[in-house]
């Protein structure tokens, strides 16, 4: 029998203290940290190519292992255009698509080979791509990303299957109560910025999504670019080997990322509140979320991050 029920979404308008001590009213001086010793056992040498793209190497004592971690600041915070919302998660997709070098299955087919293994998640504010393999074939994986990266290659029926793809990932997530609560939370607790809509975008973009081939092939355009990127190259490795590695790899690629014009969201006065409908059984629920203090304004917002994990983790 199916029993409709209604969820409460709820956003505070303040809080008044998430962490216990004293904030700091300004973020501390760059070097801060570094002049009271190192934070983490691990040395990283880090290294910023003539083109913009950062690299950040960081020898482990772990043998013939390397991760690669490859974010791009894109994130769903980057759509700032109305009706294109969900094209950082869907070049997620598409960046698996392959390559006029590497097909998809030429490209699973070496890292089954190496036994290496890949894949990739879109936040709000960037996505990003992982490899895990052998270190001894680090000169291959290296240049297999570097290559997808720079020379993704796909048609416009690929481009339309994926982006039905999308939409299919969309019904069976959002098929979760709860995650249809954080869609409805997230639209009532901003009604200017880009985080007003999650990071797979707004049901409406995404059937819209198969539509919009040229506009996706200038969105990747737009924000994919060296000055936008990391590499983390992590494992049994040697800095100045990786170095020349990523610049035979990396060194030609041009360009300049976007700087995305995100509105900027006034202040909430209210309790904003919203209810959900769900016509299936299943037990209510409420949800409630408040502001927090932006990144760029105070140190809190990552210790945030990290604290939530063990308040909230499992």
């Known amino acids: ?32 940290a570094s002049a009271r010793g190192d934070v983490l056992p691990l040395k990283a040498v880090e290294k910023t190519l003539p083109n913009g793209l950062e690299v950040i190497v960081v020898p482990t004592g772990f043998p013939n292992i390397v991760s690669l971690q490859i974010p791009v600041q894109t994130g769903s915070r980057n759509e700032v255009e109305p009706g294109k919302s969900g094209f950082a998660h869907f070049f997620e997709h598409m960046m698996f698509r392959g390559t006029k070098l590497y097909s998809p299955d030429k490209r699973d087919a070496f890292l089954k080979t190496i036994g290496a293994d890949d894949n990739a998640f879109t936040t709000d504010d960037f996505t990003c791509y992982t490899v895990f393999g052998a270190s001894n074939r680090m000169e291959d994986l290296i240049k297999i990303e570097a290559d997808r990266i720079q020379n993704l290659s796909y048609g416009k029926s690929e481009f339309q299957t994926e982006a039905r793809a999308v939409k299919g990932e969309y019904n069976k997530n959002f098929s979760n109560p709860e995650e249809k609560m ?29 539509g919009h081939y040229e506009y996706a092939g200038g969105f990747f355009k737009r924000f994919y670019r060296p000055d936008n990127v990391t590499l983390y190259v992590v494992g049994d490795i ?50 409630i979320g408040w502001h927090t203090p932006a990144q760029n304004l105070t140190h809190d917002d990552p210790a945030q991050y990290v604290v939530g994990t063990y308040l909230f983790g499992k």
């Open 1 to 32: 029998m199916s029993v409709s029920r209604v969820f409460t979404v709820v956003c505070a308008a303040s809080l008044a203290a998430l962490l216990t001590g004293a904030r700091s009213p300004t973020p501390a001086k760059p070097g801060a």
């Open 182 to 210: 954080i869609e409805k939370l997230q639209a009532a607790a901003f009604t200017k910025h880009t985080y007003r809509h999650t990071t797979m975008g707004f049901v409406e973009d995404i059937d819209a999504m198969p």
């Open 238 to 287: 040697d800095p100045a080997r990786i170095a020349a590695l990523v610049k035979q790899s990396y060194g030609a690629w041009s360009g300049k990322g976007e700087l995305a014009k995100i509105a900027v969201e006034p202040p909430q006065t209210k309790e904003r509140r919203v209810d959900v409908k769900w016509d299936a059984e299943t037990a209510p629920r409420i949800m």
